[in-house]
């Protein structure tokens, strides 16, 4: 290959790096989970959770940021099942989740569409959160209502 400018931020470079590695990761950590969509957000997210969806057979669709400057009218681009994961490269105190969850949530209102969220999937290895977490894992601090792994150690 010719040579290049390297613009890959590092959160993005797993996806590029480890790709095969990350889906089946994402497939083993889903597989348990009951769901036909993936929803992503970012730049990130267009890129990784397309490709994911691909392999696992399953709708998916990006929530764009307010500011993204798009000439769409909709604020979430792709298909909505009626199941759905959040899938992110790490979550820190969940404004990210809790901003796509409220575009799914007037979207699909919007549309008399019923959909409901099934968790979030986090695939970012240099995170020390990673995997699923379920929907009522409340990102941010210990959660009381969640019986996952994570909350109950
Ligand atoms: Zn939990």
Redesign the pocket.
């Known amino acids: 290959m010719t040579d290049r400018l390297d613009m890959t931020a590092v959160y993005l470079r797993p996806i590029w790096d480890s790709c095969d590695e990350l889906i089946a990761k994402a497939k083993e950590g889903l597989d348990n989970v009951l769901f036909d969509t993936l929803i992503g957000t970012g730049v990130s997210g267009s890129i990784f959770v397309p490709l994911l969806a691909r392999e696992l057979g399953c709708y998916w669709a990006i929530a764009r940021k307010s500011n993204d400057g798009s000439h769409s009218f909709n604020a979430i681009e792709g298909d909505i099942g009626e199941r759905w994961v959040f899938v992110d490269d790490l979550v820190d105190s969940g404004a990210t989740l809790k901003r796509v969850q409220r575009q799914v949530d007037n979207w699909t209102d919007r549309h008399n569409w019923e959909t409901e969220f099934a968790g979030t999937y986090l695939y970012y290895e240099g995170m020390r959160r990673t995997g699923y ?2 929907a ?3 990102f941010g601090y210990a ?1 009381v209502d ?7 150690d």
């Open positions: 977490f379920p009522n894992h409340i959660s969640c019986e996952c792994e994570r909350c109950i």
